[in-house]
T-cell receptor
């Protein structure tokens, strides 16, 4: 079946612009996660959604970052007023449900470059 | 705060050799530990997931062990192949939340 998909695969933007990154999880997966992978920082958690519960936003680095998940499926990560330090690969993952036994399946990521 | 360390950062071995990758974590109160591989420009692929109550998991040529009390996990790869070349990441999940904490990875190169 189809895996987690993300779009765009690459995004180049100018400092100060807003960007939107999209994630389509595996059909039927109720849990969705966003991570960021940058040089020097490794892979860090940003936010996760579980069903209709309020999302855990504790990993978002600043209030310029926000995420939505519409209809319990597709998610959009928005970065406002981008800064050069936002340059990274943004990875999305989904799992059947947010339980300790479920594997997270990752998408290919969106490489964001802020000039 | 949980910290996850992987040593070495890079490893090169000849094809056919068996090898071990190491992962250590500072807080032993984990729910599970997962090993992933990441190919250049690609996302992560889950290899093995070990629950905190388990000691090891096996899949094909891969065997992962977990010693929670000492904060260590190993990934054993038997009869290595060039296709095993990738970056290997371990990640731990704590009790009570869903956030994975990742190690910085080991970049493995298998030399034909």
């Amino acid at each position: 079946g189809a895996g987690v998909s993300q779009s765009p695969s690459n995004k180049v933007t100018e400092k100060g612009k807003d960007v939107e990154l999209r994630c389509d999880p595996i059909s039927g997966h109720t849990a969705l996660y966003w991570y960021r992978q940058s040089l020097g920082q490794g892979l860090e958690f940003l936010i996760y959604f579980q069903g209709n519960s309020a999302p855990d936003k504790s990993g978002l680095p600043s209030d310029r970052f926000s995420a939505e998940r519409t209809g319990g499926s597709v998610s959009t990560l928005t970065i406002q007023r981008t800064q050069q330090e936002d340059s990274a690969v943004y990875l999305c993952a989904s799992s059947l449900q947010a339980s300790g036994t479920d594997t997270q399946y990752f998408g290919p990521g969106t490489r964001l470059t802020v000039l | 705060k949980q910290e996850v360390t992987q040593i070495p950062a890079a490893l090169s071995v000849p094809e056919g050799e068996n090898l071990v990758l190491n992962c250590s974590f500072t807080d032993s109160a984990i729910y599970n530990l997962q090993w992933f591989r990441q190919d250049p420009g690609k996302g992560l692929t889950s290899l093995l997931l070990i629950q905190s109550s388990q000691r090891e998991q096996t899949s094909g040529r891969l065997n992962a062990s977990l010693d929670k009390s000492s904060g260590r996990s190993t990934l054993y790869i038997a009869a290595s192949q060039p296709g095993d070349s990738a970056t290997y990441l371990c990640a731990v999940r704590p009790f009570g939340n869903e956030k994975l904490t990742f190690g910085t990875g080991t970049r493995l190169t298998i030399i034909p």
